[in-house]
């Protein structure tokens, strides 16, 4: 089956240090790839996402890039602030007998220090 | 983007009373509702696939009788949680496929539900 495999944490960062969150995944097909956010005491945000290979999404200075020949998508920001400190999930969308079945790693939360 | 909504954001309950969680696609109709449950600081346990119009399927593990859903439109899913114990305490999170190849997926905001 699908699968999503994130690195564990917590990261700690101290502000304006560079980002990297990694993410491999395995799934039949083509999936679509996602990172969301979740800050303390609330639900899950799309971060940003990535429909085919090669393709990079960002938003609010993340970045990620869809690599099918290693099959990852790796979270990065050049430079942190303490307002990023969430907990982000990896998560793809694939096709399983005609449905769309969403697949979440287990989550990497990040502290970052003034 | 798309809007998932949730409702309400917060229920506290007593023991052995029942609490039902509305999720409503606002913008889109969702055929494919997904119910999570999330302790703290865990990830995210995919409870049941909601269809509309149809029973869902729910993962192993996880009892139909306690937790009911229902998908009687294309806008909405609810979860019930009947005969609520303490250790049904937990953040449900319900989300939603869109798109042609159901590539992105929406969240609600999430309800935190506390049986006391």
């Known amino acids: 089956g699908n699968s999503v495999t994130q690195m564990e944490g917590p990261v700690t960062l101290s502000e304006e240090a560079f980002l990297t969150i990694n993410c491999t995944y395995t799934?039949?097909?083509?999936?679509?790839l996602f990172w969301y956010v979740q800050y303390p005491g609330e639900g899950l945000q799309l971060l940003l996402k990535a429909t085919k290979a090669d393709d990079k999404g960002s938003n609010k200075g993340f970045e990620a890039t869809y690599r099918k020949e290693t099959t990852s998508f790796h979270l990065e920001k050049g430079s942190v602030q303490v307002s990023d400190s969430a907990v982000y999930f990896c998560?793809?969308?694939?096709?399983?007998?005609?449905?769309?079945?969403?697949?979440f790693g287990r989550g990497t939360s990040l502290i970052v220090h003034p | 983007g798309a809007v998932v909504s949730q409702h309400p954001s917060w229920v506290i309950c007593k023991s052995g009373t029942s609490v039902k969680i509305e999720c409503r696609s606002l913008?889109?109709?969702?055929?494919?509702m997904f119910w999570y449950r999330q302790f703290p600081k865990q990830s995210l346990m995919l409870m049941a696939t909601?269809?509309?119009?149809?029973?869902?399927?729910?993962e192993q593990g996880v009892e139909k009788d306690k937790f009911l859903i229902n998908h009687a439109s294309l806008t909405l899913s609810t979860l019930t949680v009947t005969s609520a114990h303490p250790e049904d305490s937990s953040f449900y999170i319900c989300?939603?496929?869109?798109?042609?190849?159901?590539?992105?997926?929406?969240f609600g905001e999430g309800s935190w539900l506390t049986v006391v």
């Open positions: 913008d889109f109709q969702a055929t494919t």
């Open positions: 989300s939603a496929l869109v798109g042609a190849a159901g590539n992105t997926i929406y």
């Open positions: 998560a793809l969308s694939a096709s399983s007998g005609g449905s769309y079945i969403p697949t």
């Open positions: 799934a039949t097909g083509y999936p679509s």
């Open positions: 909601s269809n509309e119009g149809s029973k869902a399927t729910y």
